[in-house]
């Protein structure tokens, strides 16, 4: 190893070095943010569908078992295309997407059987889906533009 | 092939450089291991370019990294079109962590009111 390598100058270039590399790498992150938004946006909008279109039990659970075929196919797709994926993003995305999957599954049939003409819970329930794989997109999109 | 490769003793009360890891060390292969570090993984021409040096240079330092147990290769195709992608093993986070408190600790040295 060079001497100039021990002193604090170089020492502080170098670190410089990683925030500056790790900023570009991170930046290719943000694919990964917009797919897990979009997904955000997918739960609510079949939950308003299966709450609101006059259909019977039968349909609805063959409308949300296309909806995940659908949904296992964009995810495969994109994990093809994102280019980097974010820090610890098994995890996160597993927690976040199976939060959202319960409280679908948890909106769909107490809705289907105790509240199936209450817009408000159509509606809050969709809100409520959205909101852990919103959580995490922001996060990815905020990070993808951050400092380490 | 994953112990620590420090370029001196680093023994307490010693000078930080005895920290640093002579693998990392590299300038090409330090920025490749920063790049890595800050996701779980990344194209090969993500890093390539954010390194900002060639697809040759670039498989040179991996293959040393890779030697040392630092790097993880996978390798895909998309369609018809072959896919690289490195990650950092645990071993590489280890190390590249520890590499860069020795150069923080350095760095320090600088301040003013530090130790020489």
Redesign the interface.
């Known amino acids: 190893m060079s001497e100039g390598t021990y002193r604090p100058e170089a020492a502080q270039a170098a670190l410089a070095d990683v925030e500056a590399v790790g900023g570009r790498v991170r930046r290719h992150t943000r694919g990964y943010g917009v797919f897990v938004l979009a997904l955000a946006a997918f739960f609510p909008l079949v939950l308003l569908f299966c709450g609101f279109a006059p259909l019977s039990g039968a349909v609805l659970g063959a409308v949300s078992g296309v909806a995940g075929a659908l949904v296992g196919i964009g995810s495969g797709l994109a994990a093809t295309r994102i280019r980097a994926f974010p820090r610890r993003y098994g995890p996160r995305y597993l927690l976040a997407f199976l939060t959202s999957a319960a409280l679908y599954a948890v909106v769909l049939i107490l809705g289907g059987y105790l509240f199936e003409d209450v817009a408000a819970w159509w509606i809050g329930g969709a809100v409520a889906t959205a909101l852990p794989l919103t959580v995490l997109g922001v996060s990815v999109l905020r990070s993808g533009g951050a400092r380490s | 092939m994953t112990a620590a490769r420090s370029?001196g003793a680093g023994a307490p009360g010693g000078?930080p450089?005895g920290r640093?890891d002579?693998v990392i060390?590299a300038?090409v292969r330090?920025?490749v291991t920063?790049?890595?570090?800050?996701?779980?993984?990344?194209?090969f021409?993500?890093?390539r370019?954010?390194?900002e040096i060639t697809d040759s240079a670039l498989s040179k330092q991996v293959a040393v990294l890779e030697e040392a147990g630092y790097v993880k290769v996978r390798k895909g195709f998309?369609g018809k079109r072959p896919?690289t992608h490195l990650s950092l093993t645990g071993a590489g986070r280890d190390a590249f962590a520890r590499h860069?408190r020795a150069?923080?600790d350095?760095?320090?040295?600088?301040?003013p009111g530090s130790p020489p």
Do not use: M, N, Q
């Open positions: 370029g000078h450089r640093l002579d060390h300038p330090f920025s920063a790049a890595l570090a800050a996701v779980d993984e990344a194209e021409k993500v890093v370019d954010a390194v998309v896919r860069v150069l923080r350095i760095a320090a040295t600088g301040l």
